[in-house]
Nanobody
Framework: QVQLVESGGGLVQTGGPLRLSCAAS????????MGWFGQAPGKEREGVSC?????????YYADSVKGRFTISRDNAKRTVYLQMNSLKPEDTAVYYC????????????????????WGQGTQVTVSS
């Protein structure tokens, strides 16, 4: 079992930054690839960004966030971060953190979104 707790969501103005954190407990943190997924009102949950296990040397970003969001992981703190810059109203969503140990490619894991463990989500609202 892996427990995930997201934090850092809130209300921010268009163009502003926000940093989400996801703290993990349970099994060996470094064994898991991790991802951030967003669910906007009335829409399906979508992959935003994912990072590989161990040193996190591979990352994936949805086209809509490339150049604005940065994912990173701190294995000593068992935490993954999502730095969100230049936020837009369309970024408004509940953001979920998730982890998976076994998958084909990082892109497929992020795009399909079938991960084993999920957090409870944190709300991000971008005002125009």
């Amino acid at each position: 079992q892996v427990q995930l707790v997201e934090s850092g969501g809130g209300l921010v103005q268009t163009g502003g930054p926000l940093r989400l954190s996801c703290a993990a407990s349970g099994r060996t943190f470094t064994n898991y690839a991790m991802g951030w997924f967003g669910q906007a009102p009335g829409k399906e949950r979508e992959g935003v960004s994912c990072i590989s296990s161990d040193d996190g040397d591979s990352t994936y970003y949805a086209d809509s966030v490339k150049g604005r969001f940065t994912i990173s992981r701190d294995n000593a703190k068992r935490t993954v971060y999502l730095q969100m810059n230049s936020l837009k109203p369309e970024d408004t969503a509940v953001y979920y953190c998730a982890v998976e140990r076994v998958f084909t490619t990082l892109q497929e894991m992020c795009e399909i979104g079938r991960l084993s463990y999920w957090g409870q989500g944190t709300q991000v609202t971008v005002s125009s």
